[in-house]
């Protein structure tokens, strides 16, 4: 119990070879997901966990307001954007109206049927897995969802194995990557938009059929900052409840940096890392920016 609230018994529980959360997610309804009909309207954001998700929600949010704050400083991005496994009942999505942009960390086999067939638009956000690591290390210590690790190096090792939610970080997105081409499919990183938030903002806003003049989108990237939304209860999950998040124990938007895995990784640690990443990778086109 916590802070007066009853905490549910989480626990990773696989279905069909990905981790589901018990307590939040439920097989049954994750396996309808396949079945919903899907507008032309639709946009998917696919992350594996901390890669930037909430920071997708934040530009979404102000590229459908055309950056204009206020308009949007009433909901929880959260809620305007949910994720499908998590308030994934298919009534409530056939229920909101267009445009109905959600985000998930699911693997590609659980998705939509109808978005292999074009209809729709799918936006990848990677980010290096490195820092994913480190950041989902601390993740762990805050989401009430999730087990505390006890230290780095047991997290690593769980993190290697894929023993958490979203499993192993290099099938998520080769799997995700190497199907690319029967969506309509938009690839964005995160070290990218560290690099020049600008640019992705205008691909994104092209990519989704928005016009925004460039004034539009320089709003669209003042409210998205770190600084900005770390300030922003509408932004920064504050306001998501003890059930879900320990708020003492740590901070959604937490650093916001690319590198920072350099503070934690031992030599022997890096090393691995980078063999287990050349074999997985070998044959995939794409690379990422590891430090600043
Ligand atoms: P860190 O823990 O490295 O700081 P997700 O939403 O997928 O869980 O990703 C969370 C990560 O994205 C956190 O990484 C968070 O700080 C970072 N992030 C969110 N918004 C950001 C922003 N505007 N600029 C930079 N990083 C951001």
Known sequence: ESGGQMIPDYKLVPHKGFNLISGIHSPEEVEQIQNWKIRDTDIFVITYPKSGTIWLQQILSLIEVKGDATAINDQLT????PWIELMGSEEKFVSAPSPRIRVTHLQYKFMPLGLKKKKGKVIYVAR?????????FHFHKYATMLETPKDFDTFFEKFMEGNVYGNCWFEHIKTWYSHKDEMNFLYVTYEDMIKDLWSVVEKVSLF???TLTPQQVN??????????????????YQMIPRSLLNHQ???FLRKGTIGDWKNYFTVAQNERFDRAYQQEMKD?????????
Not at 78 to 81: F, G, M
Not at 219 to 236: G, I, L, R
């Open 219 to 236: 709003k669209v990237v003042e409210h998205s900052t770190f600084k900005n939304m770390k300030d922003n209860p509408w932004a920064n």
């Open 249 to 251: 124990h740590g901070t």
């Open 208 to 210: 989704l059929g928005k």
């Open 78 to 81: 959260s809620e305007r954007i």
């Open 128 to 136: 290096n897995p490195k820092d994913v690591l480190v950041s989902y």
């Open 284 to 292: 995939v086109p794409l690379s990422f920016i590891w430090d600043m």
